[in-house]
């Protein structure tokens, strides 16, 4: 028996208001607790991905803005934050992550209208989990001795930080909270599509009286992030984006005493036994897949299911696919957002056309789209072979590859035939097939009868061309700290 297709209810639109949000034309650079202007006065336009609509214009530092932010950065750590005792620390973190919570409503319009991702997410799950990430790591200031077993920490120094569009101001608070709680200091740059979050919470970190220097933003495109990342006066690297960036940064930090931890692509291995509750099971796939349009890099991009299930398990979700609404990312009843920019919209139609090429079938909802913006339909390829592109490339977008598997060791196997290995998720009624899993899987992460939860204090990373370093947790202080024997050298 087929079940009818659900009808869209008919909802009325619940734009947010963006009365909150004020973009200045021009913002600067955030470098020793002042703003200034390039060194070389260049400019470049943040756009709303959902409308084309310029914002504001950023400013793209060059290698001379970057050599004054590493030095403040340097004065800072030798000066103040290096040496200033952790319940002090403390005291800044908590005042930040509370100040972020004053003004979350702001920052989560903000991040929706300069990256699409929908106002849903935004505020109930980026935001949140920026105040709680600032909150976990101002407890840990002053407890750094209990952390690691009776050996003492020591900061690195200036950490350079680079983040992606997909999360920019979560991507800032996993990185600017461990490095601030070990007592480093840091320049971080944000993705060029999504800067301008990152700028606002540089207003807010002003606002909490952090000693200059202390936390440096500036702006800019890959050049700028290269500088950063070669400059001789930083001691610690942490990189979030694309693995073939991450593998450009490995090499030039080779040969130096850069510490560097990388967390790069995905290609997430979702699996689903036939005993699994599969109306649940749809919900975690969607989620899995279609939150932040998939610009997620441990989405559950590649789905395995058990071969009794398949049929009916892709007529449920493709049902349920024709209920989500795709659109206005500040309306409250939009499901999926607007794609990051015009380049990762024509990245995901080249994957996509790439799928259909090599045979697999092509499923997508029937919606309409805006005019304007970038935008891409919810999309499930069925019959896809193991060598298909679309089943071992990071897509990056809201496209999700399904195969079947019969036995649990076929599913550990194709699900480990990545070059990735950053997170996995199993669905299953038993609780020893779920450890059983997990054991074999290679993967940073797996989630159990769940997909995509985040926490800060349970450590994230990957494996393989996934990166390697973890953030949250202890294992995430360890990236930022020698680790020394009581009055023991480093
Ligand atoms: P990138 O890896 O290029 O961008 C990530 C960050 O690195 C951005 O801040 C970027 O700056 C910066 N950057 C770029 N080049 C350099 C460099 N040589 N040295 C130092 N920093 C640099 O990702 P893209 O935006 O180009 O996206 C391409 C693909 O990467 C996506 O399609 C997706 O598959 C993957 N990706 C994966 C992410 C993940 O979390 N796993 C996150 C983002 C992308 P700028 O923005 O100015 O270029």
């Not at 692509?265 to 599969?278: C, M, R, S, T, Y």
Request: charged content about 20%; proline content about 6%; overall charge negative.
């Amino acid at each position: 028996m087929t079940e009818e297709t659900p009808k869209l209810l008919d909802y009325a639109p619940a734009p947010e208001s963006t009365a909150i949000v004020t973009v200045p034309d021009r913002k600067g650079l955030f470098i020793g607790g002042e703003w200034v202007k390039p060194v070389e006065d260049g400019w470049f336009p943040s756009i709303n991905p959902a409308t084309e609509e310029t914002l504001g214009e950023v400013a793209e530092a060059t290698a001379d803005d970057v050599d004054k932010a590493v030095h403040v950065a340097h004065d800072a750590f030798e000066n103040v934050w290096g040496t200033m005792p952790g319940a002090e620390r403390a005291k800044y973190l908590y005042r930040l992550a509370r100040a972020v919570q004053e003004r979350s409503r702001e920052l989560a319009i903000l991040e929706t209208m300069d990256g699409g991702k929908p106002i849903r997410e935004s505020r109930d799950i980026d935001l949140p989990l920026v105040a709680s990430h600032f909150f976990h790591h101002a407890g840990w200031a002053d407890k750094l001795e209990y952390a690691f077993q009776g050996r003492a920490t020591r900061p690195l120094g200036v950490a350079a930080q680079i983040i992606p569009w997909n999360f920019p101001l979560l991507m800032a608070a996993w990185k600017l909270a461990p490095a601030l709680a070990t007592g480093n200091t840091v320049v971080l740059k944000p993705a060029e599509t999504t800067s301008l979050s990152a700028l606002v919470l540089a207003e807010i970190i002003a606002e909490c009286d952090f000693p200059p220097g202390v936390v440096n933003i500036i702006t800019g495109a890959g050049a700028t992030g290269q500088a950063l990342v070669e400059h001789p006066g930083v001691q610690k690297v942490a990189f979030t984006g694309s693995t073939a960036v991450g593998k450009q940064i490995a090499r030039s930090a080779a040969g130096t005493d850069k510490r560097l931890t990388l967390e790069l692509g995905g290609k997430g291995a979702h699996i689903v036994f036939e005993d699994a509750p599969l109306d649940q099971v749809v919900e975690g796939i969607i989620d899995g897949i279609f939150f932040n349009q998939g610009h997620v890099c441990c989405a559950g991009s590649r789905l395995l299911v058990q071969e009794p299930i398949h049929d009916v398990l892709m007529d449920k979700l493709t049902r349920r696919m024709e209920t989500l609404r795709v659109g206005d990312p500040l309306d409250k009843n939009t499901d999926v957002g607007a794609i990051n920019s015009a380049e990762q919209l024509a990245r995901i139609e080249a994957m996509v056309q790439a799928g259909v090429d090599e045979g697999a079938t092509i499923h997508q909802p029937s919606c309409d789209l805006p005019g304007n913006g970038f935008w891409f339909r919810p999309t499930v390829f069925t019959g896809v072979g193991a060598s298909h592109r679309i089943a071992r490339e990071e897509v990056f977008g809201p496209v999700l590859s399904v195969m079947t598997f019969r036995t649990a060791e076929e599913a550990v196997a194709k699900a480990n035939d990545s070059a990735y290995g950053l997170s996995a998720g199993v669905w299953t009624e038993k609780g020893s097939r779920i450890l059983w899993m997990a054991d074999r899987l290679r993967a940073g992460v797996v989630w159990a009868n769940t997909f995509n939860q985040f926490d800060p204090t349970s450590p994230f990373g990957g494996y393989q061309e996934s990166g390697y370093g973890r953030e949250g947790g202890i294992p995430g202080l360890e990236g930022y700290v020698n680790l020394v024997a009581p009055g023991g050298a480093a």
